[in-house]
């Protein structure tokens, strides 16, 4: 199953609620009785043909039977629920103890006798006096047992207004027994999907969880829709089987895993962090658009196939910041591409030296992920030039290997002089594709000028160096701001005072 998702419109807080009770088992982590729990959506138990119930779970000693109410339950919502209790306890015999009945309710939306239901929930020695009386409303817990016992062992089919069948009455002491395991479940409906997304981050350490959900929702509605009713239950074994994304993440190394969620949760998040406070905001005082000041990068933001490129340029030439804006521009196209925020180079050698084939591992995992969603991996990867020589082969290595994965794309930057000083760098990823910034058109950099307020003539030799972004920023933050405010005494603030 590659990710099909169909909502069953009207429906979905029941998926979601079976959904997070199989989570709940994963969680548990007995893999060996994995599939001692059998689950079950629209479907009747295994020995009974009497009802579909919303959602069932099954194990050796126990059959939940559960009712999912999302909105209201009224008078006849309450006798077609006992009517089919009674059913499955006749159809259970001698296991009658095994039937739970359960009712599951949408927290936000509270239903009629919901008190009511809840104080029921609570009793387990219920007093075997109560009689059953078909009363006509239900005020108190009182009533509501009466009303329960009335249909489970009094109602004769004279009696029944339901497409509910009626069955045979049952003994007052089995129905005494099923009343006192009745259990309330009341779920926040807003929540669910949040407390699930969180389950399978914690479950799956994955990097994409709303994705996982949309092919465990597709699994549930394949079941629930089918026309075999054997076929609407399922082990979690099937449903890893099915679902391929939670087959990757339930069987990796938790080392490899431990480095998945370093590279996602924390390496990614502190440096785009950084970038954003640094790039963003009023600190961008000359950012200008990519297909202006470096045409030579917009094929690279326009590409829908797999590709690896070294961004190459001077100190100051703006890497970092053309890396961050391909960044954004990648960020939104996530049916062809799972962009990872830029990660600086030196972030992940420690890593590297105490187990490649570790880093690797974690590497695929991701290129797995997105292989099986029809996405490329796009890694942004910061100033090479940062680290020693040594450890640049390290990393070059990884890129290497890396870089054959069908669904693996990179974009590293390194200073020009650096690159060019790495011969054992150059060697391994000479196969990847090089892009060189240029230095700001000399026009564009007047127009930047003029546009601060700064009408004073500059001369040609100091706009040439100016072509430089780093330096045409510093020079707007020191001479932008207004000459009567103190500036820091630099070359920049000589060079206009004596040009």
């Known amino acids: ?54 959602v069932l779970i099954l194990q050796e000693e126990t059959q939940q039977v559960m009712e999912v109410k999302r909105g209201a339950i009224n008078k006849d ?5 006992w009517l089919s209790i009674r059913a499955e306890l006749i159809q259970a015999g001698d296991r009658h103890e095994q039937v739970i009945p359960i009712l599951v309710t949408n927290a936000e939306n509270e239903p009629a ?28 817990v009182d009533q509501l047992i009466q009303q329960a016992l009335y249909w489970l062992t009094v109602a004769t089919h004279s009696d029944n207004q339901s497409k509910t069948p009626l069955g045979n009455q049952i003994e007052h002491s089995i129905a005494i027994q099923a009343l006192n395991r009745f259990r309330l479940k009341e779920v926040q409906e807003s929540e669910l999907v949040n407390q699930i997304e969180d389950k399978l981050g914690y479950l799956a350490y ?29 082990t979690i074994s099937e449903l890893v089987r099915e679902v391929q994304l939670l087959d990757i993440y339930l069987h990796q190394d938790p080392e490899a895993i431990r480095l998945i969620r370093k590279i996602i949760d924390e390496l990614t998040s502190v440096c785009i962090g950084g970038w954003r406070h640094q790039f963003e905001g009023a600190h961008g005082m000359t950012r200008q658009e990519i297909s202006i000041v470096q045409p030579a990068l917009v094929p690279i933001t326009r590409s829908s196939e797999k590709f690896n490129q070294i961004l190459l340029g ?19 196209r996530v049916e062809q591409y799972r962009v990872y925020p830029p990660l600086q180079a030196d972030s992940i050698v420690a890593d590297i030296e105490a187990n490649t084939s570790r ?8 290129c797995g992920l997105a292989a099986l969603q029809g996405q490329y991996s796009l890694f942004l990867i910061d100033s090479l030039d940062h680290l020693p020589k040594d450890k640049r082969d390290i990393i070059g290595d990884l890129l290497r290997t890396c870089g054959e994965h069908s669904r693996f794309c990179a974009i590293v930057s390194c200073r020009q002089v650096d690159w060019d000083d790495t011969p054992v760098l150059k060697e391994r990823l000479e196969r990847w594709s090089k892009v060189h910034l240029e230095q700001w058109n000399a026009n564009l950099v007047r127009r930047v000028i003029s546009k601060a307020g700064i009408e004073r003539e500059i001369t040609p030799s100091i706009v040439t160096f100016l072509q430089i972004p780093l330096y045409l920023d510093l020079f707007l933050r020191t001479f932008a701001r207004g000459l009567d405010e103190d500036v820091p005494d630099t070359f920049l603030y000589k060079a206009w005072f004596t040009s």
């Open 206 to 234: 994955g990097p994409d969880p709303h994705s996982l959900l949309k092919q465990l929702e597709g699994f549930i509605n394949q079941k629930a829709t089918t026309e075999n009713e054997v076929k609407r239950c399922f």
């Open 359 to 366: 880093v690797q591992q974690a590497f695929r995992i991701i």
């Open 1 to 54: 199953m590659s990710g099909g998702f169909i909502a069953r419109q009207g429906f979905r807080f029941q998926d979601l609620f079976l959904l997070s009770k199989v989570l709940e088992h994963i969680a548990a982590g007995d893999e060996q009785h994995r599939d001692e729990m059998v689950f079950g959506i629209e479907s009747p138990r295994p020995d009974s043909d009497e009802k579909d119930w919303d």
């Open 314 to 332: 001077e100190a100051g030439q703006g890497k970092s910041y053309s890396l961050f804006q391909i960044y954004n521009e990648f960020a939104s």
């Open 77 to 81: 919502d309450r006798r077609d629920f």
């Open 113 to 140: 006798v919901i008190n009511e239901w809840r104080e029921l929930s609570n009793l387990q020695d219920i007093n075997p006096r109560y009689q059953g009386v078909e009363v006509s409303r239900v005020d108190n």
